[in-house]
């Protein structure tokens, strides 16, 4: 079945940039859909960040202010989420998970089980 | 782009109904058929329980149910359980090619 993992530092320091990777298994990014990358902050609402197809082609939150860019590397079957110059506003955890609608309308039917980003000093 | 707006909370006893609505606008929920909704329980992830405004992925109970009328859609959920207790958060696509989440709404279970 279709598994999504989410990687990377659980801490950030404020000023940095947030570096995520979401890892794919049992079904290959090339063969199609869409990829996103969702975060929830503690005790609040989802926050979509952006969405990427195999392609390369990508769809952003305009909120993010352009602090967000999505990559996807089909070689390793991964995408990835940076977030530059964070703050404590960042904190959340940060889901991906896959986007079968067409075009990506936000129907994520797997998703990972989420990581914890704390941005403090 | 602002977020959809959701009742912070709803609550309804076993075996009745209740109704989570979500309120956009004309460029997303009121312009296009591209709603979903989720479930989340504590710690967990979402799961998306309707797709295409009232579309029930394989597996979520037809206890659950979508519709739209102009900029606003509805989940209902009929024959309450007390696992239905949840977070419930709608979707919609927009004309920026984005999507947007509602805020998320609390079901109490009585």
């Known amino acids: 079945q279709v598994q999504l993992q989410e990687s990377g530092p659980g801490l950030v320091k404020p000023s940095e940039t947030l570096s995520l990777t979401c890892t794919v298994s049992g079904y290959s990014i090339s063969s199609g859909y869409y990829w996103g990358w969702i975060r929830q902050p503690p005790g609040k609402g989802l926050e979509w960040i952006g969405t990427?197809?195999?392609?390369?082609?990508?769809y952003s939150n305009p909120s993010l202010k352009s602090r967000g860019t999505i990559s996807v590397d089909t070689s390793k079957n991964q995408f990835s989420l940076k977030v530059t110059s964070v703050t404590a506003a960042d904190t959340a955890v940060y889901y991906c998970?896959?986007?079968?609608?067409?075009?990506?309308?936000?129907?994520?039917?797997?998703w990972g089980q989420g990581t914890l980003v704390t941005v403090s000093s | 782009q602002s977020a959809l707006t959701q009742p912070a909370s709803v609550s309804g006893s076993p075996g009745q109904s209740i109704t989570i609505s979500c309120t956009g606008t004309?460029?997303?929920?009121?312009?296009?058929?591209?709603v979903s909704w989720y479930q989340q329980h504590p710690g967990k992830a979402p799961k998306l329980i309707i797709y295409d405004v009232s579309n029930r992925p394989s597996g979520v109970s037809n206890r659950f149910s979508g519709s739209k009328s102009g900029n606003t859609a509805s989940l209902t959920i009929s024959g309450l359980q007390a696992e239905d207790e949840a977070d419930y958060y709608c979707t919609s696509y927009t004309s920026s090619s984005s999507v947007v989440f509602g805020g998320g709404t609390k079901l109490t279970v009585l």
């Open positions: 004309s460029s997303d929920v009121g312009g296009y058929n591209y």
């Open positions: 990427i197809y195999h392609s390369g082609s990508t």
């Open positions: 998970a896959r986007d079968v609608g067409i075009p990506a309308t936000g129907y994520f039917d797997y």
